[in-house]
């Protein structure tokens, strides 16, 4: 009898409980009622019914958590296709072309104000990225894009040198390691440099003792034969898997970005185990500093979804994990307590900057006359 009773008042409130949607919303699920009213907006204010099935990212190499893209398709259904690029300049060609077919790129610094002066990017729309109210205010409203209109922090970090301390048990302080001819044939064909315009010649630059900046032609035509008279000892130009390289041994000694450092220390995900001997420092001289930004590119058609992306990685737990696997830095003040001891210790030992080296380090701009470097890259790797 009671059994019965029970099956009873299931048939009669199922469908009730039904009705009124009192079974967890799914994140793919339309939201706008069926009168065409007012959408019915769940918690996190986004409007599923707007969002696009697909997402194409831009990114660079090893710069992304797979897991928070599982987790991002798992909320809200949509799918994120992520494609890589390894300089500012490559993506930018691509982009410039037209169609790229992407809708949100990750850009440096420097390259945010290329890609607006060529009219790339779309405006943002602040109103949909809340949580950009927790990025370091210190990071905003950089001189590339001084209300953030058209871009939102995504990582930074440093530019240095990366070398496992077995082969250099004193440390290295200079960038002489990397351009003293004297120096070179004991690591010939062990060492990489990045595959970057404006990286590359910059290190030089410091080595020089001049500014990262600097185009004054003299100082420029030391920097190019400079590079030239390393070529020989050198491995490879090499921007993408430095990480691995310096991991495995084949590589000693790399002219490296931190977190591509810090992959080779701590290794990455399931991709390959880290090697407890490498280093980072950013040399005497000085090194470089620089951001990577989220854009949305003009000619996405998917603007609305991928600003709701864009809140998502800006989400503190979603960057604590970004950063956590990435090893750069995140500009996101909520997730820097979320972050794992283990970064947080690297970070302390020369992965992350203190004040001192805050000093010496340099970001890298754009004016009229750096077009120059693009001439002086294309001799060098043509020699
Ligand atoms: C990661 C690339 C770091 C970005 N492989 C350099 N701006």
């Not at 009192?22 to 939201?31: R, V």
């Not at 440099?193 to 420029?220: C, F, Q, W």
């Not at 991928?306 to 970004?322: K, Q, S, T, W």
């Not at 970064?343 to 030992?349: H, W």
Request: proline share 6%; glycine share 6%; aromatic share 12%.
């Amino acid at each position: 009898m009671r059994q019965r009773f029970f099956w009873l008042v299931l048939v009669l409130v199922l469908p009730w409980l039904v009705a009124c949607g009192a079974g967890t919303p799914t994140g793919s699920e339309p939201t706008t009622d069926a009168s065409g009213g007012e959408a019915a907006i769940p918690d996190d204010g986004v409007d599923r019914a707007r969002l696009s099935r697909e997402l194409y990212f831009y990114n660079w190499s090893d710069y992304i958590n797979p897991e928070i893209l599982t987790q991002f398709e798992e909320e809200y259904g949509v799918r994120v296709i992520v494609d890589i690029f390894d300089s500012n300049e490559d993506m930018i060609a691509k982009i410039r072309a037209g169609n790229s077919g992407y809708d949100v790129v990750a850009p440096s610094d420097y390259a945010v104000q290329i890609m607006a002066l060529d009219d790339l990017v779309a405006p943002l729309d602040q109103a949909l990225v809340p949580n950009m109210q927790y990025l370091d205010p210190g990071l905003l409203n950089k001189y590339f894009d001084p209300d953030n209109a058209i871009s939102l922090p995504y990582l930074y970090g440093l530019t240095g040198i990366a070398y496992n301390r077995t082969f250099f048990p004193e440390g290295i302080t200079s960038w002489s390691v990397l351009f003293d001819s004297a120096q070179l044939p004991a690591f010939r064909g062990r060492f990489s440099m990045l595959d970057d315009e404006r990286e590359t010649p910059g290190a030089v630059l410091k080595y020089l003792g001049a500014s990262i900046n600097a185009t004054d032609p003299a100082i420029l035509q030391q920097v190019e034969a400079i590079l030239i008279a390393q070529k020989p000892f050198l491995a490879s130009y090499n921007s993408s898997d430095v990480n691995r390289r310096l991991s495995s041994e084949e590589f000693i000694l790399a002219h490296a970005w931190s977190g591509a450092a810090m992959q080779a220390r701590t290794g990455l995900g399931d991709e390959f185990s880290g090697n407890a001997n490498i280093e980072f420092v950013i040399p005497d001289e000085g090194g470089a500093i620089w951001m990577d930004n989220l854009v949305i590119l003009r000619e996405s058609p998917n603007a609305y979804t991928a600003h709701v992306f864009i809140n998502f990685l800006l989400r503190p737990d979603v960057a604590a994990a970004n950063a956590d696997y990435v090893g750069y830095l995140t500009p996101n003040e909520a997730a820097i307590p979320l972050l794992s001891q283990e970064v947080r210790d690297l970070y302390a030992a020369g992965f992350a900057p203190d004040d001192a080296m805050l000093e010496r380090l340099e970001w890298i701009e754009r004016n009229e006359d750096t077009v120059v470097f693009t001439e002086l890259w294309t001799r060098v790797k043509g020699q």
